[in-house]
């Protein structure tokens, strides 16, 4: 059976357009339309160069896809509205079913995540009226949602506010703020906004504005949040103590909620295991807390937590209900294939040198260990927001102004934000407080003593790292290079940051890998078998 | 409303505050004098830049003119009868700047008209805004005219049309029935018109045109239920009943599709041209200002001139949504008691000083030489059939080019449009591209009344030099020149004369500085990005040259 998930454009504010594929259980492609169209979230785009990306790797027609499922199940008119632009695009339209957007999100953890049966979370801003949504999943009976959360009481509402208020862009930057939060003691009450209650958490609605018709660039603040803490800080100003410490206690009272969230949950489901998705399930600072709690034995986040992971959870959901085995899901490398000819194209084209090498893993840890900004582009891109090792920009970790080099000729960032850490697995237990593998950075972990000194251009400010680890039998191209970097240099890590520019989608292309690799400071581009230097090339 | 002081400067803002509106951009004017005109677009690297607030543009604006958001004693927004993005307006101001304006509402059409008849040198002149909708009307018809601050009229709107008797939607909706995108591939199907047929598809079911008149059937260029983003297609079963079944994008073109955008371009052209004339038979004026996304069909704009009754016509640069801000500052001058001056040049965007290209070079840590003769090295390298991008100066307000941020090439080689295509521009083999002249030299080339400055309107290219230059002649003979003036930009000019010097050619073929998909290129990252991301062979960056070595 062939089924097709799809997410984004049937409102103008819909953001995170994709699509996933899978035949017969198994998951042949999953890409996000920001990295075919080039623009980052790809807001209020059709999926529809991801679902042609997506037909392409399976060589099938829209007219042998079975079922296209979409998340928004309160939007009316999204079915006959959908069977016209897959006709219009594709020439037929196959039979669309419509699912829950929360749903969706916890399919897309659930049935990622290998468990048998697990308590299950999704939280974000809003989607089909709701804030959130607590299930049961079990690989007997399905996803049974046992509660919803009602969209005006929502914490992923609370934390884009703040982020508004911040100066940084709602929807997009929660991140800075997460990063922020470090700096900063959590001294403001904001309970007048949102606080844990017994029943989750409450957040009161009318500090923000109604989002009905406004595009995420305009404030969110409503002028009563303004009463409360007065001026907003304003994009680009300095970031003074106050705002910190705001940052600060807007990540502690998301923490407590989601605490309290989790709690409830708990005594719902009296699962142990716990899934999170939606986009408040990116706050890796948060998922810390979570994975901490003595009742929590084991957490899956979904790598793809916001929007993107939705047409994974839809096809996924499908996938169950149609009886369809589902195979296990055991990294996120499922972007379009690239053709070793698709690479001495874009090479061709560029028309820049570039020198074939017999292992680029080994080469690669040499100019890494020794300082080098290495831009490496290898096999199928990842899902979700994470550089894991096919996309990626890496350098060496142990160095300590490694941070402020990145950010003065890569990714022109502020110096405030953390670059993560991907480790060998074997030896992550070692250098951090960790239990389990964590193969997609979705949780920041405590760097143990004395790794949190050596590891000086990925250890955050309050000593955790978001690790990502490698294990050698799912990736080892990437396992080989860390390996020999730690040969090299004795630290089993590199800084692995996602290989685009500022404001753009990480590099799909081999092309646009070669034209990132020029419009930055990168020292040398590994791309497939070929390497691309800059004081070699032959200009 | 206050007079101005002299420090006070009129702002005018697209906002696109929703992901439908486009092309947001902060246009600056001083005492009448346009200083800047900045596109989101460039700066956020996303072209039209949908739904997009002008944020970075404003700030681009505020750094270049060294203003404070204080000085700013109006915001001119180009849309009267959205109320409520007055106030958002404001709110979004407030965030990012820390204070806003006061905000000045213009009707759409009437800011599209200021746009066309204020920087034009016309004392006076007929007016037509043509769009796909703005404000609920899709045209406007008027009389522009200078010197009437006291009586207050400025630009007078004789007539309006509703949205369903829209031209814009008209071709777009037929656009995207060709398997073209609705956001912004008209200009495939007028290019493809010329391959065409004339009068081989009868679309009289959809659109009649009479001597001054059209009517549009909206039956056909509309759906239930209501497509709300720009990929969904417009039109509904009607339209298939009549026509058939809609080209898939992506595949082959045929015979038949040929022949229906050569008779969407015919009917346009046709239901243009009746307008003009009633217009003219209102008012008796014999120039005319054209602006709104119709604007930019240059080869109906070729055949405006040819009218007999037409002396001259202008066209705004930026006659889309970005234009209509440049229109909305423009009127709210006029109504502080300033008329507004001509433009000369629309080299009005973001520039970078020599400094800061070389920051850049060093970041990238590209080879580069210092280049003391660029216009030589640029001329002998493009006659070396070297495809070649320059970089200078202020970037260009509105979709064209003109050698500030532009890709050039030899118009002589016969093969040199396949090349671009294969190497550059990965983009569909039936589009031209366009050349720039030198000035001096337009009459010896084109047959036509007047070439645009601007690439605004085709120009039928003279018999005798058709073969000369194949790589910018289209399949209908004409080509959408740029005459290049020394006194408007002389970098460009001399790089168009040196090659003149070498190959008795004075024209080399002129496409604007990006990759399929992207806004033209910004800064200098953006640039040297470009250059190694597609085929380009030497990139001349201010005073730098950066070369590749082709075995």
């Not at chain 1, 396992?479 to 500022?502: D, H, M, Q, R, W």
């Not at chain 2, 990965?426 to 050349?435: G, H, I, K």
Request: some cysteine; charged content about 20%.
């Amino acid at each position: 059976m062939n089924i097709l998930g799809i997410h984004g454009g049937v409102t103008i504010n819909q953001h995170d357009a994709g699509a996933a594929l899978i035949v017969d259980g198994k998951l042949i492609c999953v890409v996000e339309e920001e990295r075919l169209i080039r623009i980052k979230t790809a807001t209020g785009a059709l999926p529809i160069e991801s679902i042609a990306a997506c037909l392409r790797e399976s060589g099938l027609t829209m007219q042998d896809i079975d079922v296209v499922v979409l998340a928004g199940e309160t939007y009316e008119d999204i079915i006959p509205r959908t069977a016209e632009w897959l006709k219009h695009h594709f020439g037929t339209s196959p039979r669309i079913e419509k699912i829950n957007h929360h749903t969706a999100h916890i399919a897309s953890a659930f049935y990622h995540s290998g468990l048998d049966s697990a308590m299950c979370i999704s939280v974000d801003a809003y989607g089909d009226g709701l804030s959130g949504a607590i299930a049961i999943g079990s690989l007997q009976t399905g996803i049974n949602i046992l509660e919803t959360i009602p969209a005006n009481n929502s914490l992923g509402v609370f934390y884009s506010t703040m982020t508004s208020f911040l100066g940084f862009r709602p929807g997009e930057d929660e991140y800075k703020v997460m990063g922020l939060a470090p700096y900063g003691n959590p001294s403001i009450d904001l309970s007048f906004f949102c606080k844990p209650v017994p029943e989750g958490f409450f957040c009161d609605p009318k500090f923000f504005r109604s989002r009905k018709s406004a595009t995420s660039l305009e404030p969110y603040y409503s002028k009563l949040l303004l009463d409360q803490l007065g001026n907003p800080r304003r994009k680009g100003d300095p970031i003074s103590e106050i705002f910190k410490d705001i940052a600060a206690s807007t990540q502690l009272t998301l923490e407590t909620s989601l605490v309290s969230l989790v709690t409830k949950a708990f005594k719902m489901t009296n699962e142990k295991a716990l899934c999170l998705a939606g986009g408040v399930a990116l706050n890796c600072s948060a998922n810390r807390l979570l994975y901490n709690l003595p009742f929590v034995n084991e957490l899956f986040v979904q790598p793809a937590s916001s929007d993107r992971g939705l047409p994974l959870g839809c096809a996924l959901f499908m996938a169950f209900i149609c009886g369809e085995k589902i195979e296990p899901i055991p990294h996120v490398f499922y972007g379009p294939s690239q053709s070793p000819k698709e690479i001495e194209s874009a090479i061709s084209i560029s028309g820049v040198s570039a020198t074939k090498v017999e292992n680029p893993a080994i080469e690669a840890a040499k100019r890494i260990a020794t300082g080098e900004i290495v831009g490496w582009f290898q096999g199928r891109s990842e899902f979700g927001p994470r550089a894991l090792g096919h996309r990626s920009i890496l350098a060496n970790p142990t160095i300590a102004n490694m941070k402020d080099q990145i950010n003065a000729k890569v990714k022109f960032r502020e110096e405030f934000r953390p670059f993560a850490p991907s480790v060998l697995e074997e030896d992550s237990y070692d250098m951090f407080e960790i239990k389990n593998p964590s193969p997609y950075m979705t949780v920041a972990y405590n760097v143990k003593n004395p790794w949190n000194t050596i590891m000086k251009s990925t250890t955050h400010v309050n000593n955790t790292g978001r690790v990502q680890t490698v294990d050698s039998a799912t990736d080892p191209h990437f396992y080989n290079l860390i390996n020999e970097v730690k040969s090299f240099t004795g630290c089993p890590a590199v800084l692995n940051t996602s290989f685009n520019i500022k404001g753009q989608p990480i590099v799909e292309k081999p092309l646009e890998a070669i034209s990132t690799f020029y419009g930055t400071g990168m020292d040398s581009l590994f791309i497939g078998n070929y390497l691309l230097t800059k004081n070699k090339t032959k200009i | 409303m206050n007079k101005l002081n002299s420090k006070s400067v009129v702002m005018g803002l697209m906002t696109a505050m929703t992901n439908n509106q486009h092309d947001s951009a902060a246009c600056f004017v001083l005492n009448g004098e346009t200083l800047g005109c900045y596109e989101e677009e460039r700066y956020v690297r996303y072209k039209h830049a949908y739904g997009h607030l002008p944020i970075q543009a404003i700030s681009a604006g505020l750094k270049a003119h060294n203003l404070d958001i204080r000085d700013i004693s109006i915001v001119a927004i180009p849309t009267l009868k959205h109320v409520d993005l007055v106030p958002r307006t404001r709110l979004f101001l407030e965030h990012y700047f820390g204070y806003s304006p006061k905000i000045y509402p213009v009707n759409h059409q009437v800011s599209h008209m200021a746009s066309a008849f204020f920087p034009s040198d016309f004392e006076e002149a007929m007016l037509i805004s043509a769009d796909g909708q703005g404000d609920y009307e899709s045209l406007a018809l008027g009389v522009g005219k200078r010197g009437t601050l006291q009586s207050g009229s400025g630009i007078k709107v004789l007539e309006t049309k509703g949205i369903d008797q829209s031209l814009g939607i008209f071709y777009q909706t037929l656009t995207q029935y060709l398997g073209f995108s609705g956001a912004g591939d008209e200009y495939k199907v007028m290019g493809l018109s010329a391959y065409g047929n004339p009068g081989a598809v009868d679309l009289s079911s959809i659109i009649k045109v009479a001597t001054t008149d059209y009517l549009i059937n909206p039956e056909f260029l509309k759906r239930d239920p209501m497509p709300r983003n720009i990929g969904e297609p417009r039109f509904g079963s009607s339209l298939l009943a009549e026509f058939g079944p809609a080209r898939l994008k992506g595949s082959p073109l045929t015979q038949k599709n040929r022949d229906f955008a050569r008779a969407i371009q015919d009917n346009f052209e046709n239901a243009f041209i009746s307008t003009v004339r009633r217009l003219h038979e209102m008012t008796g004026i014999r120039r005319i200002g054209l602006a709104g996304g119709c604007a930019l069909n240059c080869l109906a704009n070729m055949k405006l001139l040819d009218l007999p009754f037409i002396e001259d016509v202008f066209i705004q640069p930026a006659s889309t949504d970005q234009g209509s801000a440049l229109g909305a500052a423009l009127i709210a001058s006029f109504d502080l008691g300033i008329e507004p001056k001509t433009i000369e040049n629309y080299y009005l965007g973001s520039s970078y000083t020599d400094n800061e290209i070389l920051k850049s070079l060093k970041v990238s840590g590209v080879k580069y030489e210092f280049c003391d003769n660029v216009a030589f090295q640029a001329a002998k390298a493009l006659q070396d059939n070297r495809i070649i991008a320059v970089y200078n100066g202020r970037s260009e307000f509105g979709p064209r080019a003109l050698g500030n941020r532009s890709i050039l090439a030899n118009p002589i080689n016969v093969n040199i449009k396949n090349e671009i295509n294969q190497k550059i521009k990965f983009r569909e083999e039936f589009r031209p591209f366009a050349p720039a002249v030198l000035g001096e030299k337009c009459g010896e080339i084109f047959n036509s009344k007047t070439i645009s400055k601007f690439m605004t309107i085709t120009s039928k290219v003279s018999e005798d030099w058709r073969s000369k230059i194949p790589g910018i002649v289209h399949v209908d003979g004409t080509a959408r020149p740029q005459a290049v003036w020394k006194k408007d930009n002389e970098s460009f000019y001399n790089i168009v004369f040196e090659f003149h010097k070498l190959t008795q050619v004075p024209v080399v073929i002129n496409t604007s500085f990006n990759v399929m998909g992207e806004p033209i290129v910004e800064t200098p990252l953006d640039a040297i990005k470009t250059f190694f991301g597609s085929g380009l062979d030497d990139l001349f960056i201010g005073n730098y040259h950066l070369t590749k070595n082709r075995d």
